[in-house]
């Protein structure tokens, strides 16, 4: 196993814009072992200060949407205008090995070779389309003097809809002439969308984007903003040519100006920091009770019974729930 370097070190690394420290600090954050986590949250909380100025855009979208071409090329035209980029990407799972399966950087060639920093990270199962511990890696990242954090979501569903926990704005890709355009993808991410983009905009698909796009203006006026008081852009664009990658992040930005008005940032994050406390708790409140007297093993007589239909679901569960009292 590598040597784990000194709290202090990784903080040191990570405050200098060090790549190996800010990867070694996003490790230690995803590991499972607790005195892993522990460090990891007594290195945030040192860095806390130093957090909070990135503008954070999570991208979501229907498959085949062109997510990484997407980000790949919008953060290749933020580096060209000055910006410092991070990118997580979080990948499926594989059921096995909990291994991201789509090969890492791979899909983002260019991106890699640049200036970004890119991060993939399996997503572990997770609901959300995004990893177990994304709020950490982006307050690292921040941390480390980016500012802009992209985050690209697993795909899109009602799952997603946590995406919106831990980003600033959420812009959300769509393909022209996929059939019923308001058919092939839920309502729920919709009305969690800050700025909707129809991707693949070029050649014959212009005039089916442009199409695509109306349809959605017209459906959006009958759903709830996003954010109050915040039309919901639509627009075009092509990730492969390079095409409208300037209103996408004109619209992003003018979002974050929106939020700022009255305080809605502030208020957006300081929301998000108490979900963030209650996932945190509840999962440690999880941990702490499976840990506890005889819990392990009354777990697996438990499952092993439900298997061979000795014991409801229901039953099972209430049984184990019950033992803490009866201790």
Same mark, same amino acid.
């Given at each position: 196993?590598?040597?784990?370097?000194?709290?202090?070190?990784?903080?040191?690394?990570?405050?200098?814009?060090?790549?190996?420290?800010?990867?070694?600090?996003?490790?230690?954050?995803?590991?499972?072992?607790?005195?892993?986590?522990?460090?990891?949250?007594?290195?945030?909380?040192?860095?806390?200060?130093?957090?909070?100025?990135?503008?954070?855009?999570?991208?979501?979208?229907?498959?085949?949407?062109?997510?990484?071409?997407?980000?790949?090329?919008?953060?290749?035209?933020?580096?060209?205008?000055?910006?410092?980029?991070?990118?997580?990407?979080?990948?499926?799972?594989?059921?096995?090995?909990?291994?991201?399966?789509?090969?890492?950087?791979?899909?983002?060639?260019?991106?890699?070779?640049?200036?970004?920093?890119?991060?993939? +990270?399996?997503? &572990?199962?997770?609901?959300?389309?995004? *990893?177990?511990? !994304? $709020?950490?890696?982006?307050? @690292?990242? /921040?941390? #480390?003097?980016?500012?802009?954090?992209?985050?690209?979501?697993?795909?899109?569903?009602?799952?997603?809809?946590?995406?919106?926990?831990?980003?600033?704005?959420?812009?959300?890709?769509?393909?022209?002439?996929?059939?019923?355009?308001?058919?092939?993808?839920?309502?729920?991410?919709?009305?969690?969308?800050?700025?909707?983009?129809?991707?693949?905009?070029?050649?014959?698909?212009?005039?089916?984007?442009?199409?695509?796009?109306?349809?959605?203006?017209?459906?959006?006026?009958?759903?709830?903003?996003?954010?109050?008081?915040?039309?919901?852009?639509?627009?075009?664009?092509?990730?492969?040519?390079?095409?409208?990658?300037?209103?996408?992040?004109?619209?992003?930005?003018?979002?974050?100006?929106?939020?700022? +008005?009255?305080? &809605?940032?502030?208020?957006?994050?300081? *929301?998000?920091? !108490? $979900?963030?406390?209650?996932? @945190?708790? /509840?999962? #440690?409140?999880?941990?702490?009770?499976?840990?506890?007297?005889?819990?392990?093993?009354?777990?697996?007589?438990?499952?092993?019974?439900?298997?061979?239909?000795?014991?409801?679901?229901?039953?099972?569960?209430?049984?184990?729930?019950?033992?803490?009292?009866?201790?």
């Amino acid at each position: 196993m590598p040597r784990r370097p000194p709290i202090a070190e990784l903080e040191a690394g990570i405050r200098d814009g060090a790549r190996t420290s800010l990867s070694r600090a996003i490790t230690l954050a995803e590991s499972r072992r607790r005195d892993d986590r522990e460090s990891a949250q007594e290195l945030i909380a040192r860095l806390l200060p130093a957090t909070g100025g990135a503008t954070r855009l999570g991208l979501t979208g229907v498959p085949g949407a062109g997510k990484s071409t997407a980000i790949e090329a919008l953060g290749l035209w933020l580096i060209e205008r000055g910006h410092t980029v991070a990118v997580l990407v979080i990948d499926p799972s594989s059921a096995r090995t909990g291994g991201s399966i789509l090969g890492d950087k791979t899909r983002m060639q260019k991106l890699s070779a640049s200036e970004a920093f890119i991060r993939p +990270t399996p997503s &572990g199962g997770v609901l959300g389309g995004t *990893a177990r511990r !994304t $709020r950490e890696a982006i307050l @690292l990242c /921040e941390a #480390a003097g980016f500012d802009v954090v992209l985050v690209e979501t697993v795909g899109v569903g009602q799952s997603e809809v946590e995406l919106a926990e831990i980003v600033d704005c959420v812009a959300l890709l769509l393909v022209p002439g996929a059939g019923d355009e308001l058919q092939g993808i839920k309502r729920g991410i919709v009305e969690l969308a800050d700025v909707v983009a129809v991707n693949k905009a070029d050649g014959e698909r212009v005039t089916l984007a442009k199409r695509a796009a109306a349809d959605y203006r017209r459906a959006l006026r009958l759903l709830p903003p996003s954010t109050p008081g915040w039309a919901t852009p639509v627009l075009t664009m092509s990730a492969a040519e390079g095409t409208g990658l300037d209103d996408l992040w004109t619209q992003v930005t003018e979002h974050r100006a929106f939020l700022a +008005t009255d305080g &809605g940032l502030a208020r957006r994050r300081a *929301a998000q920091l !108490t $979900r963030w406390f209650d996932a @945190l708790l /509840e999962e #440690a409140i999880l941990e702490r009770f499976a840990e506890g007297d005889g819990i392990p093993d009354a777990v697996a007589t438990a499952r092993a019974a439900v298997a061979a239909g000795e014991l409801t679901v229901p039953k099972a569960v209430a049984e184990i729930l019950a033992r803490p009292a009866e201790g």
